[in-house]
């Protein structure tokens, strides 16, 4: 019986993930494991390396804490009103990244209603707009739909606190900031790494949203890699090789996120 309802989960596991996975590694293997090499050998494989990381860190650290903010918020809510506003949260992960995207230009771009509407008080409208084709401007783009992720990771977790500790920290006269640092950020440590990690996984692995604003000029890998596909079209090798190691920069990403959780949850155990 097991098996069998296991079965559904592990065929839409095997069709959609294992299959697709398969045939980009049987490619990157059509001629040999030199397709790796020619893609450690792009020069400019690195500087899009460090892009990639410096936007997932970015993304991660505006995310994690603005979701942590929110899901606090969210939690001293009553149960019917919270629900409305987490489906009010969440659809930012129902639009694509060009939508997204498009979105920001139209209220960040050259021509963009909060662009113009800062020039009336003096801003400069090329500064404005420029700061959004930046790393920067790209993370916050990120953090529109990494933030509602990142709610829906901590709101169960803030909502099933354990207050005891907080309460007997503020009845020996602890103010509610010490109480925060000391008492409740140490619970919430694990799902914050994990959140975080996640966040820096799906940063890494974007690419949609980045293409729309800043083309394929941006030191990223994601861009890296649909600019060998869009451009040359021709070395499939070596973009499915690339392709097989972004994913195992979001896998590590994402199982050093685990491995830290599950060190902090064993040492306070």
Do not use: H
């Amino acid at each position: 019986m097991k098996a069998i309802a296991v079965l559904p989960a592990a065929l839409l596991l095997g069709f959609f993930f294992a299959v697709p996975l398969a045939s980009v590694g049987l490619e990157s293997l059509a001629d040999g494991a030199s397709a790796f090499g020619r893609v450690l050998a792009d020069p400019l494989l690195a500087q899009a390396t460090r892009g990639s990381a410096l936007l997932a860190i970015t993304a991660a650290v505006l995310s994690v804490p603005a979701g942590l903010a929110v899901a606090f918020g969210l939690a001293r809510l009553r149960p019917g009103l919270r629900t409305g506003l987490m489906f009010l949260i969440s659809l930012p992960l129902t639009f694509s990244g060009l939508v997204i995207a498009y979105g920001f230009i139209l209220a960040y771009g050259r021509a963009g209603f909060v662009t113009l509407l800062l020039a009336e008080f003096g801003f400069d409208p090329v500064t404005v707009s420029g700061a959004l084709y930046s790393p920067v401007g790209l993370a916050c783009a990120y953090a529109y739909f990494l933030i509602p992720r990142v709610v829906a990771m901590l709101l169960p977790v803030v909502l099933n606190l354990d207050t005891r500790l907080a309460d007997a920290a503020a009845s020996l006269g602890a103010s509610r900031w010490r109480t925060l640092i000391d008492v409740t950020l140490p619970e919430l440590l694990p799902s914050l790494g994990v959140a975080a990690a996640l966040c820096g996984a799906i940063a890494l692995g974007a690419y949609g949203t980045a293409l729309a604003l800043v083309g394929t000029q941006s030191p990223i890998l994601p861009l890296l890699l649909y600019s060998r596909i869009a451009e040359t079209g021709s070395d499939f090798p070596a973009a499915a090789a690339m392709a097989l190691l972004l994913a195992a920069g979001c896998t590590v990403v994402m199982a050093l996120g685990e491995i830290a959780a599950v060190r902090r949850e064993r040492r306070r155990a």
